[in-house]
C-alpha cells in the first residue's frame, strides 16, 4: 500500500467484560493505524458486568477523532453486538475483531493489507493452532461443520470472528432486520467472492471468554432456523427451541460531532 490514505476502515469490537483487555488493545490500534489509515474503531459494550462501560468511555475521551462508543440496553450476545456497530459503521471495509485480544494489531493490518490489495468482499481469518477453551473450539468446530450441510459453506473455509468485509457486503447484511441473528449466514448469502488468511493466535491475557455451551448451542438454533438449505420440514420439527432474543437497542452512543461538545447522544 502507499503512503496515502485511500480507504476508510471501521474496527468493530463487540464488548463484554473485558476491562482488562480492551485499553491496551485500542491503545495499540490507534498507534499502528493513524500512520497508514483514516479509521475509526467501534465499541459496543453488550451489558457487560464488569467497568467495561466506564473503560470504553475513558478511552472515547482519549481518542475523540477515532473512537466511538456504544452501549446496548441489555446483553444480546455477540453476533447482535457486531451488527449493532456494523449499523454504525462508515469505512470502506469493516475489520471485526473480538475484545480478548487474542489476534494481534499486527494481523488485523494485514487482514486490511490484504482486503484493499485483492478484490474479495470478505476476508476470514483462520490459525492453525487455536488457543481458545477447549470447549469453545469445540463449538467453532460443530458449527463450521454443520455450516458445511445447512449453509453450503465452501469447504476448507473456517467461519472465524476475526473477519474483514467491504461495503457492499456490510450493506446488504445491514438490511436484514429479524431478531435471529447469525452473522456468517448473513455474509455468505450475500456474497461467495470469500478469501482467507492464516494468522497467529494467542492466547488469552487476562478474563475469560463470553460464550457458554448454552449461547453456543443458541448460535447454532439460528443458523439451522434462519439460514439452513435444508427442506423446511426439518427444521421446523425443532421450532420450539428456537430462540426469542431481540436484535439490539443502543442505549447510549458517544461519538464526536461539531455541535456535541460532550460527544453523547443517549436513546431512550
Known amino acids: 500500500m502507499t503512503g496515502k490514505k485511500t480507504n476508510f476502515i471501521s474496527i468493530v469490537i463487540p464488548v463484554y467484560n473485558s476491562e482488562r483487555t480492551i485499553p491496551k488493545m485500542v491503545d495499540q490500534l490507534v498507534a499502528s493505524l493513524k500512520q497508514k489509515y483514516n479509521f475509526e474503531i467501534i465499541l459496543v459494550n453488550d451489558c457487560s458486568t464488569d467497568t467495561s462501560e466506564e473503560v470504553c468511555l475513558s478511552l472515547f475521551k482519549k481518542y475523540r477523532k477515532q473512537v466511538r462508543f456504544f452501549s446496548l440496553a441489555e446483553n444480546v450476545g455477540e453476533h447482535n453486538a457486531v451488527m449493532a456497530g456494523l449499523n454504525q459503521t462508515r469505512g470502506h471495509y469493516a475489520v471485526i475483531m473480538d475484545d480478548d485480544f487474542q489476534n494481534s494489531v499486527s494481523d488485523a493490518v ?143 452512543a458517544y461519538e464526536s460531532a461539531p455541535d456535541n461538545k460532550d460527544g453523547q447522544k443517549q436513546n431512550t
Open 110 to 252: 494485514r487482514l486490511i493489507q490484504t482486503a484493499t490489495q485483492n478484490n474479495f468482499d470478505v476476508i476470514y481469518t483462520f490459525s492453525e493452532k487455536s488457543q481458545r477453551p477447549l470447549f469453545r473450539r469445540l463449538g467453532s468446530w460443530f458449527a463450521n461443520k454443520t455450516a458445511d450441510i445447512v449453509l453450503k459453506k465452501p469447504l476448507g473455509l473456517y467461519l472465524s470472528s476475526f473477519k474483514i468485509i467491504n461495503r457492499v457486503t456490510i450493506d446488504k447484511i445491514t438490511k436484514y432486520h429479524l431478531p435471529f441473528t447469525y452473522l456468517d449466514g448473513l455474509i455468505l448469502e450475500a456474497s461467495d467472492n470469500i478469501g482467507k488468511l492464516k494468522v497467529q493466535e494467542r492466547r488469552r491475557s487476562a478474563g475469560r471468554s463470553g460464550y457458554s455451551l448454552k449461547k453456543l448451542f443458541t448460535l447454532w438454533l439460528n443458523m439451522v432456523f434462519n439460514f439452513s438449505t435444508l427442506p423446511p420440514n426439518i427444521t421446523s420439527r425443532l421450532l420450539v427451541l428456537r430462540s426469542k432474543k431481540q436484535q439490539f437497542i443502543i442505549r447510549k
